[in-house]
């Protein structure tokens, strides 16, 4: 199960204080307290795994270490390690308290989430002509403390839309080497997959249906990943009684959610064609042609059908890697 929005807390390390301390060695008299260590950061790396989030399912607070305390003869205290948190790239990392949002767009790429407390300097660094025995120190300053909610939005060349029992996934795992769940009734995928076609990153979006855009379903979880996807293959099944009340169910559903979806590139995939008569498969192409003259059509059972959808897809890598 995919993990792709979940709340936590993030507490880094208080920086350590410094000691007040003095020489211990025989003629080496005055201050000698060392200063401390800062405490440790939190930070958010860029990682492939989408299910990377999931380590948040019952760990609901981060708390990093806090900075060691200076010691004497001049012995300053450690920094403490920084945690370094997996987050799966398209995750955008809302600050609940500061109102800041930072999104994690390349694997690799670091976000400051908490930044640790500076540690105190010991008494050594406040000696002077006038106080040879100075008797303070700093404590150290206290770590960020933050509530943190991690937003994932997937980043796909091409989003396989919906209504369920479309063929979406079917489709999925006949061009990509991925093995999603499928079965002859709705609601089969629940979460988001992803498949690699050569350098195409392609999406199954769990199917949609009315009403969506205001919570039915699971709609509101996954609308949004639709939006970081560039180029959309809309599925509407042979089986469909109605293929423009279909086509415009979905439609209707991206444009109460974001009006700019449907701008969109789109591409229709008019799937499981080998179930109807070939009158029947060439009236309803007509019809969606009348919506979007981009149609194809797909059976599973026909090789030469497939090859048809990956012409658009090296079409589609070609554009991508001018």
């Known amino acids: 199960m995919i993990i792709d929005d979940v709340?936590?807390?993030?507490?880094?390390?208080?920086?350590?204080?410094?000691?007040?301390?003095?020489?211990?060695?025989l003629m080496s008299l005055g201050?000698?307290?060392?200063?401390?260590?800062?405490?440790?950061?939190?930070?958010?790396?860029?990682?492939?795994?989408?299910?990377?989030?999931?380590?948040?399912?019952?760990?609901?607070?981060?708390?990093?270490?806090?900075?060691?305390?200076?010691?004497?003869?001049?012995?300053?205290?450690?920094?403490?390690?920084?945690?370094?948190?997996?987050i799966p790239v398209g995750t955008i990392i809302h600050n609940l308290d500061t109102h800041e949002d930072k999104e994690m767009l390349n694997i690799g790429e670091t976000v400051l989430i908490a930044k640790g407390g500076i540690g105190g300097k010991g008494n050594f660094h406040f000696r002077s002509s006038r106080n040879?025995?100075?008797?303070?120190?700093?404590?150290?300053?206290?770590?960020?403390?933050?509530?943190?909610?991690?937003?994932?939005?997937?980043?796909?060349?091409?989003?396989?839309?919906?209504?369920?029992?479309?063929?979406?996934?079917?489709?999925?795992?006949?061009l990509t080497n991925a093995k999603v769940k499928t079965a002859n009734y709705a609601f089969t995928t629940l979460e988001p997959n992803l498949g690699a076609h050569y350098d195409l990153i392609l999406a199954d979006i769990p199917g949609l249906i009315e009403g969506a855009s205001w919570g039915k379903g699971l709609g509101l979880k996954f609308l949004r990943h639709i939006e970081r996807t560039k180029i959309l293959f809309?599925?509407?099944?042979?089986?469909?009684?109605?293929?423009?009340?279909?086509y415009a169910i979905i439609r209707n559903e991206l444009k109460a959610w974001n009006k700019n979806l449907l701008e969109k590139r789109e591409f229709i995939i008019f799937t499981k064609t080998d179930l109807v008569t070939p009158k029947e498969k060439g009236e309803k192409i007509a019809r969606l042609k009348?919506?979007?003259?981009?149609?194809?059509?797909?059976?599973?059972?026909?090789?030469?059908?497939?090859?048809?959808?990956?012409?658009?897809?090296?079409?589609?890598?070609k554009e991508k890697s001018w």
């Open 7 to 25: 709340t936590i807390i993030v507490k880094a390390g208080n920086g350590g204080k410094g000691a007040v301390a003095f020489n211990k060695n």
């Open 31 to 86: 201050p000698a307290g060392g200063s401390r260590g800062r405490g440790g950061s939190i930070f958010a790396i860029g990682v492939s795994d989408l299910s990377a989030l999931k380590q948040f399912r019952f760990k609901k607070e981060i708390q990093a270490k806090h900075g060691a305390p200076g010691k004497g003869q001049f012995s300053d205290g450690p920094d403490s390690p920084d945690i370094i948190l997996k």
């Open 132 to 174: 040879t025995t100075p008797k303070q120190a700093q404590g150290g300053l206290p770590g960020e403390e933050h509530t943190v909610r991690f937003e994932l939005k997937l980043i796909a060349d091409v989003g396989l839309i919906g209504l369920p029992n479309a063929g979406k996934s079917s489709l999925l795992n006949a």
């Open 234 to 246: 809309h599925l509407i099944s042979s089986e469909s009684n109605d293929v423009k009340r279909d």
């Open 290 to 317: 009348t919506l979007n003259p981009n149609v194809v059509s797909v059976s599973l059972e026909d090789a030469d059908s497939l090859e048809e959808v990956r012409k658009i897809l090296r079409a589609i890598q």
